[in-house]
């Protein structure tokens, strides 16, 4: 058993992301473990550029509303408790909902080869967002 001190909180690239968005690491697996985890806390608005990862994401909602959406249209409105399995290579996008904080764990494995399995795409246009957004 290891006990581990929590990491510093640092604020996700702007490149990447609209709005104020937190991530805290939680782990990050050594050989034979890929798996990589961190809490992320969206401000109200605030979310990801369209993006994919090699090997899927698993998001796990702890705190507030969120939404969830994929390129083909499909967008779920998550909170507290909800799970979203994310499958290799789906391009999504993922944040708050327009009034309200969110926070999830997010959970990926990293590639063996140590290569970023995330790949970063475009934002999300703002009409886009907020027709996902007034959707209930």
Known sequence: MELRPVDPT???????????VYL??????????RMT???VRFTPGAHT???SHAVGQTLHVTDGVG???TRDGNVVRVRAGDTVVCPPGEEHWHGAAAETFMS???MLES???GADPTTWLERLNDE??????EAR
């Open 10 to 20: 640092v604020k996700t690239p702007a490149q990447n992301f609209t709005g104020d």
């Open 24 to 33: 805290t690491p939680i782990y990050a697996g050594t050989g034979p473990s």
């Open 37 to 39: 985890v961190a809490l």
């Open 49 to 51: 550029n369209w993006h």
């Open 67 to 69: 939404l969830v959406g």
């Open 104 to 106: 999830h764990l997010a």
């Open 111 to 113: 590639l063996p080869d």
């Open 128 to 133: 886009h967002y907020q027709k996902a957004n």
